[in-house]
């Protein structure tokens, strides 16, 4: 199965590569510099490697959270509302905390909570919304994330704006007692890859070894027989959403605490959007969550230099990501197609 | 049209589901295939019909070989095929179905299809409203809607899989007729079915296939013993009736009405008792289902009370149900019962109620191969439950169930099981109704009820016009309720 979806994955980077090539030819920037700059942009150095990372974290995150909701058949394209909505709740729970020291941790180790609860509660609102009202979860998320970046905008721009301004540059940076602190050398809180490995071994525990991820995955497959199983499809969707919302607020909470160090619009940087294509790509696989993500943050950071060294726009990262999922949609669809006419051939 | 179909060969790796069949069939004959399930029969009629490419072996039309890759190919040479699903476009009306089958014409005259249409189904008497949407017609139906199809687009050859599954007798009689009346214009008809009854009285003719082979071919008048040994080798036994139990009361229903269904359940009064076997008649969609549904809280009534052992039941809930032992099977195996995609260790797991939290997967892995050994299904504890067949699909659902349950619900309990896997079902079934569990069944088939049950109730247009004891029942009595010839209930 894991070798399949490698193998597949190999087929698609290839052919992605290929096609990113043709794009760039065309657009007449030389390929091979390109890429070397995507490479040297990204892993070139222990700095670059650091700020790949700490794209990584974040889309590890949600990714976690988004296999929860995939499994039981959801798509929950509100994360980006509830990474923002994670965001908005450790910075409220951290204004709250400003001017206090030597009690500082307390409020961080609080605004992780709230973080949880305020992802949690987002996406919540869309299963609720979905199991009560009927409501398709796509569209319900897809509202609850413009209606997060409106509240977003008005937080920064109102009650929580800079003495004096307000800017898009976002609100007052905390006091650095407020910051996740990382060691010099490090660069990154020690604290976020804790967090982000404690996220993928509980993950990987539920959904493979507790009734949790058994029901997700029986109700994911045949919504009307799991009635017959006495499990309840709207409970455990809710369920599902929680974990993908508390997840994602997490991630909203270290895009503050460990990466900003203050809250901005763009605090989300569509990390839960790129997430929800990560999990695509490695086929709802625990195990290839985290190199896939490891790989579109590479991407990211990478792509940063291509307008100031060769003149690109630097969303060939966006090209060679939406090309790669495509790709690999593509390949699953034939699968699929190729097993139904084993499965068809087999039945007669 | 003479088509002789010569040495087929059709082999899925080392599965070789046709080896070396050879069968021929007459202009004006209606020839019917016999088999149990896997026998290789379906596999040859797709391979006539195009839908299927052969390994090896050739087909002859008229006495010249053909060769074809697609319906479509099939179809230019005069073969269609009646798909045991029809294959139909649910949400569009019937005419506009009609018309999809229509090659050539690219404006679409209406009236003059519509008057082809009427003129056709007027000929077979079947009554078909051109306007109404498919998705409202009944198997039968739909079925002499693609009969229809088939027919107007010229075809000379027609294979019809399982004609008789899911239709009202009356439909059958319809079918029969218009078989015959094919067959009577030179048409060439090939029927394959598990039913012998079908076979003997329609079919000029009979080949029995078993193991991908043509163990012999017959013509009329049939010897039914022979039938069967070329079939299964031996006769198989057929269950039979288990003593009338007096249990007490277990499921009292009062003027209980629900939605549902074609016609709901009205004001319907019965009685279950403990260890009696029930089988519900009718046609399918005449309340049956409802019936089922409401006696296991899978459906809450409109009206009425459900009194479970001299308890009324209030929180109609499934897993209520479960709880005090009235267990449901429903048909649909891989829409209701099984979950498509989970392994068979996964489906224990997921009933394993001791555990809360934690999954202990090699104990499910052993608790699955336990079942497997017991109820003798043709899998591992790792097969998906799609990969398996019909028959083994229900020797598993009938593995879920507790040793001793007080009620099962089983709906259409033995639907495309061959004779083999009916009796094992029946023979496991009555084990559980010696025991003091009480069975309630439905079922198209009505030797299939009069076989097993103690009693009959038959529903016609969700009310329950008749409940009388099997014993007592004759067939044409019956089947005169079932058609809605109202009698009084006794």
């Given at each position: 199965m894991i070798v399949r979806t490698l193998r597949e994955i190999g087929v698609a980077l290839v052919v992605v590569f290929l096609f990113t090539t043709l794009v760039l030819v065309v657009s007449g920037a030389p390929p091979l510099q390109a890429y070397m700059v995507l490479f040297q942009g990204s892993l070139g150095s222990w700095v670059k490697f650091t700020q790949v990372i700490k794209v990584w974290i974040p889309l590890t995150l949600c990714g976690c959270g988004l296999l929860f909701t995939f499994r039981i058949g959801l798509w929950n394209i509100g994360v980006e509302g509830q990474v923002m909505i994670g965001a908005v709740f450790t910075t409220w729970m951290l204004?709250?905390?400003?001017?206090?020291?030597?009690?500082?941790?307390?409020?961080?180790?609080?605004?992780?909570?709230?973080?949880?609860?305020?992802?949690?509660?987002?996406?919540?609102?869309?299963?609720?919304?979905?199991?009560?009202?009927?409501?398709?979860?796509?569209?319900?998320?897809?509202?609850?994330?413009?209606?997060?970046?409106?509240?977003?905008?008005?937080?920064?721009?109102?009650?929580?704006?800079?003495?004096?301004?307000?800017?898009?540059?976002?609100?007052?940076?905390?006091?650095?007692?407020?910051?996740?602190?990382?060691?010099?050398?490090?660069?990154?809180?020690?604290?976020?890859?804790g967090i982000v490995t404690a996220a993928l071994?509980?993950?990987?525990?539920?959904?493979?070894?507790?009734?949790?991820?058994?029901?997700?995955?029986?109700?994911?497959?045949?919504?009307?027989?799991?009635?017959?199983?006495?499990?309840?499809?709207?409970?455990?969707?809710?369920?599902?959403?929680?974990?993908?919302?508390?997840?994602?607020?997490?991630?909203?909470?270290?895009?503050?605490?460990?990466?900003?160090?203050?809250?901005?619009?763009?605090?989300?940087?569509?990390?839960?959007?790129?997430?929800?294509?990560?999990?695509?790509?490695?086929?709802?696989?625990?195990?290839?969550?985290?190199?896939?993500?490891?790989?579109?943050?590479?991407?990211?950071?990478?792509?940063?230099?291509?307008?100031?060294?060769?003149?690109?726009?630097?969303?060939l990262s966006g090209v060679i990501q939406g090309a790669l999922v495509l790709a690999t949609l593509g390949m699953h669809g034939w699968r699929r197609i190729r097993l139904n006419r084993e499965q068809a051939k087999q039945r007669l | 049209m003479r088509v002789d179909l010569v040495d087929i060969r059709k082999h899925y790796g080392f599965v070789k589901a046709n080896d070396g069949v050879n069968l021929s069939v007459a202009p004006g004959e209606i020839h019917g295939v016999l088999g149990e399930n896997g026998a290789g029969k379906s596999t040859l009629m797709k391979i006539l019909s195009g839908f299927t490419a052969r390994t090896s072996g050739s087909i002859v039309v008229d006495g010249r070989p053909v060769d074809y890759r697609s319906t479509a190919e099939a179809f230019r040479f005069g073969i269609g095929m009646l798909y045991?699903?029809?294959?139909?476009?649910?949400?569009?009306?019937?005419?506009?179905?009609?018309?999809?089958?229509?090659?050539?014409?690219?404006?679409?005259?209406?009236?003059?299809?519509?008057?082809?249409?009427?003129?056709?189904?007027?000929?077979?008497?079947?009554?078909?409203?051109?306007?109404?949407?498919?998705?409202?017609?009944?198997v039968g139906e739909r079925q002499q809607l693609e009969l229809l199809r088939l027919l107007s687009s010229g075809i000379q050859v027609l294979i019809l899989d399982e004609p008789t599954t899911g239709i009202s007798s009356a439909q059958k009689e319809l079918l029969y007729t218009a078989l015959r009346r094919l067959a009577g214009e030179g048409k060439s008809v090939l029927l394959v079915s598990h039913k012998l009854e079908d076979v003997e009285t329609l079919c000029d003719r009979v080949s029995v296939l078993r193991l991908g082979r043509v163990t012999g071919s017959m013509v009329r008048p049939f010897d039914t013993e022979e039938i069967l040994k070329m079939m299964f080798g031996a006769r198989p036994h057929t269950p039979m009736r288990?003593?009338?139990?007096?249990?007490?009361?277990?499921?009292?229903?009062?003027?209980?009405?629900?939605?549902?269904?074609?016609?709901?359940?009205?004001?319907?009064?019965?009685?279950i008792r403990a260890g009696e076997v029930v089988g519900l008649a009718g046609l399918e969609g005449s309340g049956q289902e409802v019936f089922l549904r409401l006696a296991c809280g899978l459906k809450r009534p409109q009206k009425g009370a459900i009194r479970f052992f001299g308890r009324t039941v209030l929180n109609n809930k499934y897993n209520y149900f479960k709880l005090?032992?009235?267990?449901?099977?429903?048909?649909?195996?891989?829409?209701?019962?099984?979950?498509?995609?989970?392994?068979?260790?996964?489906?224990?797991?997921?009933?394993?109620?001791?555990?809360?939290?934690?999954?202990?997967?090699?104990?499910?892995?052993?608790?699955?191969?336990?079942?497997?050994?017991?109820?003798?299904?043709?899998?591992?504890?790792?097969?998906?439950?799609?990969?398996?067949?019909?028959?083994?699909?229900?020797?598993?659902?009938?593995?879920?169930l507790p040793p001793k349950p007080h009620l099962l619900l089983l709906e259409n309990p033995t639907r495309g099981l061959d004779l083999e896997s009916v009796n094992w079902v029946w023979g496991h079934l009555q084990s559980f109704s010696r025991n003091g569990t009480s069975i309630v069944f439905s079922s198209p088939e009505l030797d299939e009820i009069l076989m097993v049950a103690h009693r009959v109730l038959v529903f016609f247009n969700g009310r329950i016009i008749m409940d009388i004891p099997a014993s007592a029942a004759s067939v044409q009595e019956i089947g005169r309720a079932i058609a809605g010839k109202q009698q009084t209930t006794s």
């Open positions: 204004r709250a905390g400003g001017g206090r020291p030597e009690i500082a941790p307390l409020f961080i180790a609080a605004s992780l909570a709230a973080s949880v609860l305020g992802g949690a509660l987002w996406a919540g609102i869309a299963g609720f919304l979905k199991t009560k009202g009927g409501v398709n979860e796509i569209f319900a998320g897809l509202g609850l994330n413009f209606v997060a970046q409106g509240v977003l905008l008005w937080l920064i721009f109102g009650p929580w704006k800079q003495p004096g301004v307000a800017s898009m540059s976002g609100t007052e940076t905390f006091p650095t007692e407020l910051w996740l602190q990382a060691p010099a050398l490090l660069r990154i809180p020690p604290l976020t890859l071994i509980a993950t990987g525990l539920l959904l493979r070894h507790t009734r949790i991820g058994l029901e997700l995955k029986a109700i994911g497959s045949n919504p009307s027989a799991a009635f017959l199983y006495g499990l309840r499809p709207s409970a455990l969707m809710l369920l599902a959403m929680l974990f993908a919302g508390g997840f994602a607020g997490l991630a909203g909470n270290l895009q503050v605490t460990a990466v900003y160090h203050r809250l901005i619009p763009a605090i989300s940087s569509n990390y839960g959007y790129l997430a929800l294509l990560v999990v695509m790509l490695a086929n709802y696989n625990i195990w290839l969550v985290a190199p896939v993500a490891f790989f579109f943050a590479g991407l990211n950071v990478g792509s940063i230099q291509l307008p100031m060294l060769l003149q690109l726009d630097s969303s | 045991q699903d029809p294959l139909d476009f649910p949400q569009m009306t019937v005419v506009d179905n009609f018309v999809l089958g229509q090659s050539g014409e690219v404006s679409l005259r209406r009236d003059a299809v519509q008057a082809c249409f009427q003129t056709l189904a007027d000929s077979f008497n079947f009554q078909l409203n051109p306007e109404a949407p498919v998705d409202s017609l009944t288990s003593a009338q139990p007096a249990g007490s009361e277990m499921l009292v229903m009062q003027q209980v009405s629900s939605s549902g269904g074609r016609c709901g359940l009205v004001d319907c009064s019965v009685v005090i032992g009235a267990y449901f099977l429903p048909t649909a195996r891989l829409e209701e019962g099984l979950i498509p995609g989970l392994t068979i260790t996964e489906h224990l797991a997921l009933q394993d109620e001791r555990r809360p939290f934690r999954v202990d997967y090699a104990e499910a892995a052993e608790a699955a191969a336990r079942r497997i050994a017991n109820f003798r299904i043709k899998g591992l504890p790792q097969t998906s439950v799609e990969e398996l067949s019909g028959g083994n699909q229900q020797r598993l659902l009938l593995s879920f």
